[in-house]
C-alpha cells in the first residue's frame, strides 16, 4: 500500500502538558471531513476525578471550523493517558477505531485486572478493527493502516494522504523510540515496525503522539521519514536489529512505570468507557504488586 504523496491533509495538534500527548484532528479542506487521533481525557487519578477540558477544545475546533467527524482512531492502547473517544462520538458522531490485536491486550489486561464474564475480549468495544492494509476514507482523504507492533501488540500506523500517525512507535528523531517492556512488547518487533515505517516515502510527513522535549528544546511533533533516517538516536546509536534490542531492553529496564497506567488500561482496553461496579458506579481497580512494565516500576 502506497501513500497518496498528493493530498495534503490539513493536521492540527492540540498539546496535553500533563502527559505530553499530541491529539490530531486530520482534515480533509475541500470536504470539511476529518478524523480524530489519539485523544485525551483529563483525569485527576488522586482525586478520582475525570473532566473534559481538552477534549472540549477539539470539539470547539471542529465546531469553529465547520468540520464533520467521520473517524476517531486510537494508534494503540495507551498506557499514560485516557481516552476520550466516547465522550467525543457522543457530542460529534464518526466511528471508533484502533488496530485488531487489541484482543490480545483485552486477553492479558482482564487477567491482570482480574475482569469478569461481563468484560468482553473480541474487540466489541470499539466500531472497526483495523487489520493490515485496510483501507478507509476521510472525506476525500485515502487513508490506510500498518501493523506496527512492538510497544504493544495492537500498535497501527495510520497513513491519511501525505501524513502518518506513528503513535508511540517513534518519537521526534532526538527521543528515538517507544519503550518495549510492556506486557506483550517486544523490541525486536519493536525494530521491524520502525523499519517498515522507514521504506515509506522519505517525504512522507510523520506525527508523534508524545513529545518529551530533550535537553530543554521548544515542544516539536511533526517530523518525516527522512529526518528519522537521518537523525533517530536510537537508530544512529544501533545499526543492526540485535543492536536495537540490546539498546532498547537495556533502556527499558531502567524507566519507571507511567503514573497513569493503571487507569489508562482499564479505560483504553474498553474503548474509552469506564469500568462500574456491580451498582453501576464507575470504579477502578488497583491491582498490586503486579509487573507492569521494565525492572524499575514503581510499587502499583
Known amino acids: 500500500m502506497k501513500p497518496k504523496m498528493n493530498q495534503c491533509p490539513q493536521v492540527s495538534g492540540f498539546f496535553d502538558s500533563s502527559t505530553n500527548t499530541i491529539s490530531y484532528v486530520v482534515a480533509d479542506t475541500q470536504t470539511r471531513a476529518c478524523a480524530i487521533v489519539d485523544s485525551v481525557m483529563d483525569i485527576d487519578y488522586a482525586a478520582g476525578r475525570i473532566t473534559s477540558e481538552g477534549a472540549n477544545k477539539i470539539i470547539a475546533y471542529i465546531e469553529a471550523n465547520d468540520l464533520f467527524v467521520e473517524w476517531i482512531i486510537e494508534t494503540h492502547v495507551h498506557a499514560d493517558h485516557l481516552s476520550a473517544a466516547p465522550y467525543l462520538q457522543d457530542r460529534l458522531g464518526g466511528k471508533i477505531g484502533i488496530g485488531a490485536k487489541i484482543i490480545e491486550v483485552q486477553e492479558t489486561f482482564g487477567k491482570v485486572f482480574n475482569e469478569g464474564t461481563d468484560f468482553q475480549r473480541d474487540g466489541s468495544q470499539f466500531d472497526q478493527l483495523f487489520e493490515e492494509g485496510d483501507t478507509y476514507a476521510v472525506g476525500g482523504l485515502h487513508g490506510f493502516a500498518l501493523a506496527t507492533p512492538g510497544h504493544t501488540p495492537a500498535c497501527m500506523t495510520h497513513v491519511i494522504g501525505n501524513a502518518a500517525f506513528v503513535g508511540d512507535t517513534l518519537f521526534m528523531p532526538d527521543g528515538g523510540s517507544a519503550r518495549a517492556d510492556f506486557p506483550g512488547g517486544d523490541a525486536g518487533e519493536l525494530y521491524d515496525s520502525i523499519q517498515k515505517i522507514l521504506s515509506l516515502p522519505d517525504e512522507l510527513r510523520l506525527f508523534v503522539c508524545h513529545d518529551y522535549r530533550p535537553n530543554g528544546r521548544d515542544l516539536a511533533w511533526e517530523t518525516s521519514v527522512r529526518e528519522q ?72
Open 229 to 300: 533516517k537521518l537523525n533517530n538516536i536510537h537508530l544512529r546509536s544501533a545499526q543492526t536489529r540485535d543492536q536495537f534490542i540490546q539498546l532498547r531492553e537495556a533502556r527499558d529496564s531502567t524507566l519507571e512505570t507511567p503514573d497513569l497506567i493503571i487507569p489508562s488500561l482499564q479505560v483504553n482496553m474498553r474503548g474509552g468507557e469506564v469500568p462500574a461496579d456491580a451498582d453501576g458506579n464507575p470504579m477502578l481497580k488497583v491491582p498490586l504488586n503486579a509487573r507492569l512494565s521494565g525492572q524499575k516500576s514503581k510499587p502499583v
